[in-house]
């Protein structure tokens, strides 16, 4: 699995990240982990006493319930869990699982091995490499994109381009127009009113003049239930393609974690329209809800790429599964009994 930048983008012309940032990188990956454990505190509060609990019951009805409980409460999904109770069930009936802390260790894995699905990478190496992210209204598509763009530039050296998909709004060109002032990256725009598509169009034109790498192409908010606006945005996903058949090499789609399930239906919804090839969970901070990430890599196996868990920057991370479910299940010093503690 993926874990930092380098890891999770294929490029080529990269120089090697030199010996000295190496140790770096290591802190820099721990400082991130302790971030995302951080912003999954409520999540893991949500399922911390169930779990700890089972660590000191004989394995009962009960603890099943109380486990299936706790899961559904940090939406993990009913289908999800079912699937995982079950699992943990019968092997603690074929004794496989004898104790409360084997159980826990194979919950872990197990989510883990559900959260992990499909690609590992996203290839950056055509030129231009085009990406397009939607989704529903303040869920962080403008903001995912300036980060994006920051660590693309920052980190690996990519020239980037930022398109201001979003023409509905004049806030929104000036939202994305900061984020490039910032990552110091190109930016496109088209006038206030203009057809979306042929901003994109625009781009993509402007990227291959200036032999850009990357097109990070953002879009106005929709609800997955608006048909006309959910047209549109298949029309700009068609405009790209006509100029470049494999483009959008990637299509992000933004799900705000604290929407819960319903991050699930919208996922479903523009999935069926553009053909989502992976998901930025946003505002991951601030929410018990994180297990959404677990039911929905399930039911549509598309792959997590990104979370974000705060505004800034360095608040955006590369989604892990194995990271990510340790952050969201393992108990931490100073958070509450931890029966293993001497
Ligand atoms: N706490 C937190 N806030 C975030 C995160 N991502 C985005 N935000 C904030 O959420 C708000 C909406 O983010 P935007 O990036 O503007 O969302 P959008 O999807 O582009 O919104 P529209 O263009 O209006 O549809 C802003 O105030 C962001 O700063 C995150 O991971 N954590
Ligand atoms: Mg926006």
Not at 231 to 244: D, G, N, P, Y
Not at 314 to 320: A, L, P, Q, V
């Amino acid at each position: 699995m993926a874990r930092d930048w380098r890891e999770l983008f294929i490029v080529d012309g990269l120089a090697p990240a030199p010996a000295e940032d190496e140790a770096a990188g290591g802190e820099k990956r721990i400082g991130r982990f302790r971030r995302l454990r951080e912003s999954l505190r409520k999540t893991r509060q949500a399922l911390q006493t169930e779990i700890q609990a089972t660590l000191f019951e004989d394995l009962s009805d009960e603890t099943w319930e109380r486990l299936e409980e706790a899961l559904i409460y940090a939406d993990v999904g009913a289908q999800t869990t079912a699937k995982v109770v079950a699992q943990l069930e019968q092997e603690a009936a074929e004794q496989k699982l004898t104790g409360g802390q084997q159980l826990s260790d194979r919950l872990v894995e197990l989510l883990t091995e559900i959260a992990r699905t499909g690609e590992d990478t996203i290839d950056l190496r055509a030129h231009p490499t085009v990406i397009l992210v939607a989704g529903v209204n303040g869920t962080g598509k403008t903001t995912t994109l300036g980060k994006l763009a920051w660590h693309l530039s920052k980190e690996l050296d990519r020239k980037v381009v930022l398109a201001a998909g979003d023409t509905f709004r004049a806030a929104a060109v000036e939202q994305l127009e900061q984020w490039a002032q910032r990552a110091g990256v190109g930016f496109v725009k088209g006038g206030l009113g203009a057809d979306s598509a042929s901003v994109a169009f625009d781009a993509i034109a402007a990227a291959r003049r200036d032999d850009a790498d990357v097109v990070l192409i953002d879009t106005a908010g929709r609800l997955h239930t608006q048909d006309n606006l959910m047209a549109e945005l298949a029309k700009v996903r068609r405009v790209i393609t006509k100029q470049i058949p494999e483009a959008p090499h990637e299509t992000l789609l933004t799900v705000d974690a604290t929407t819960g399930q319903n991050g699930l239906r919208q996922a479903q919804a523009f999935s069926e329209t553009i053909d989502v090839s992976g998901l930025v969970l946003t505002k991951l901070d601030g929410t018990a809800k994180g297990g959404v990430v677990l039911a929905i890599a399930q039911r549509l196996n598309i792959p997590i790429r990104f979370v974000g868990v705060g505004e800034d920057t360095e608040d955006f991370g590369i989604f892990n599964a194995q990271e990510f479910v340790s952050a969201m299940l393992k108990t931490g010093a100073g958070e509450g009994a931890d029966p293993r503690a001497p």
